[in-house]
């Protein structure tokens, strides 16, 4: 080994260590352009239709979105506020319920004894210890939001400029495969983010109206969580079946049955049948590559990580695919 080559070993590692040092800044900076790119999508499709610049298009696309939410929030807010409150509530009835069913009670009424055992001021003292740390940990997750969406906006304000610029930090002769890398992982990008908002929009209405049919407690937290967990694959639509499954055993047994056959038929044709017709020409994901990239940043960057497996799983699908395979293997 000779020393042009540990030198560049050496570089590598500092590399390293120094991007995983700064692993919070570079998840809040792939957040802003995963929103950059949320964001360009509607004002490209603007500027098509329209005669709008790119300013005035982000800003009707902002005001737009602010208001739009505005308005769902003052329509939905107050129910789902209500419903959190009733599923309070029923925790305790449904804990009961699975007791009875069961037949373990006596386990249940153990499980109660000890956590009241706890409830001393002596062992609370270090709960509000972790409050207080949880609350600290919230205004800090609340002011690095605040900095991604400040960031996606100035990234979907000019994104030229910020993709010259890093082709410009690339040697010449690499120069035009950066150009097209960007250019790809940008459509690549876009093209997931508009159809899994599109998918999961469709699976929350869908529950949503099942579930109200059904009259199922809780329809609308239940299609909401079913509909957030969309993005979440694989593991998501698994988990937030669980909600509702939970309710309908309130109701009776056969509803819990109906529950499951209409959140099977909404998950399948979800996975099957609307997600390959609007990613048709966005990169497919394979289940396993995606539960792995999940459980991988999931370890590493907890919750964050999660939301931000499969964004950073089409980026480096595209990367594989175009440098990997293209660059080296194929011609190796």
């Known amino acids: 080994m000779n020393g042009r080559t540990?030198?560049?070993?050496?570089?590598?590692?500092?590399?390293?260590?120094?991007?995983?040092?700064?692993?919070?800044?570079?998840?809040?900076?792939?957040?802003?352009?995963?929103?950059?790119?949320?964001?360009?999508?509607?004002?490209?499709?603007?500027?098509?239709?329209?005669?709008?610049?790119?300013?005035?298009?982000?800003?009707?696309?902002?005001?737009?979105?602010?208001?739009?939410?505005?308005?769902?929030?003052?329509?939905?807010?107050?129910?789902?506020?209500?419903?959190?409150?009733?599923?309070?509530?029923?925790?305790?009835?449904?804990?009961?319920?699975?007791?009875?069913?069961?037949?373990?009670?006596?386990?249940?009424?153990?499980?109660?004894?000890?956590?009241?055992?706890?409830?001393?001021?002596?062992?609370?003292?270090?709960?509000?210890?972790?409050?207080?740390?949880?609350?600290?940990?919230?205004?800090?997750?609340?002011?690095?939001?605040?900095?991604?969406?400040?960031?996606?906006?100035?990234?979907?304000?000019?994104?030229?400029?910020?993709?010259?610029?890093?082709?410009?930090?690339?040697?010449?002769?690499?120069?035009?495969?950066?150009?097209?890398?960007?250019?790809?992982?940008?459509?690549?990008?876009?093209?997931?983010?508009?159809?899994?908002?599109?998918?999961?929009?469709?699976?929350f209405v869908l529950t949503w109206a099942g579930l109200a049919l059904l009259q199922v407690p809780l329809a609308l937290l239940s299609a909401l969580v079913c509909g957030v967990l969309t993005f979440v694959p694989t593991i998501g639509p698994t988990v937030a079946t669980l909600l509702p499954l939970a309710m309908a055993m309130l109701v009776s047994p056969g509803r819990v049955v109906q529950v499951l056959v209409l959140r099977l038929i909404l998950q399948n044709g979800e996975a099957f049948l609307l997600t390959p017709i609007l990613l048709n020409r966005t990169a497919h994901l394979l289940p396993t590559v995606a539960l792995m990239a999940q459980l991988c940043l999931g370890a590493l960057l907890g919750l964050p990580g999660v939301l931000l497996a499969l964004p950073l799983v089409v980026v480096l699908q595209v990367l594989a695919e175009k440098v990997l395979v293209e660059q080296i293997m194929d011609r190796w």
């Open 6 to 203: 540990l030198l560049g070993l050496l570089a590598l590692v500092v590399v390293g260590l120094l991007a995983w040092e700064l692993r919070w800044v570079l998840l809040v900076l792939f957040g802003a352009i995963v929103l950059a790119v949320a964001l360009d999508v509607p004002v490209a499709w603007l500027r098509r239709v329209t005669p709008l610049n790119r300013t005035a298009a982000l800003a009707l696309v902002v005001v737009v979105l602010l208001l739009g939410g505005w308005k769902l929030g003052e329509l939905l807010i107050p129910e789902l506020l209500d419903q959190v409150q009733e599923l309070i509530q029923l925790v305790p009835v449904l804990i009961t319920r699975l007791g009875e069913m069961v037949g373990d009670v006596k386990l249940l009424q153990s499980l109660e004894s000890r956590i009241l055992s706890l409830a001393t001021l002596d062992k609370l003292q270090p709960v509000g210890a972790q409050l207080l740390g949880f609350a600290g940990g919230a205004a800090n997750g609340t002011i690095q939001l605040l900095l991604l969406v400040l960031l996606a906006i100035l990234l979907a304000l000019d994104p030229r400029s910020h993709q010259r610029l890093l082709i410009a930090a690339t040697p010449s002769k690499y120069r035009p495969l950066v150009g097209e890398l960007l250019r790809e992982c940008r459509e690549a990008l876009g093209g997931w983010l508009a159809g899994m908002t599109i998918s999961a929009s469709a699976v």
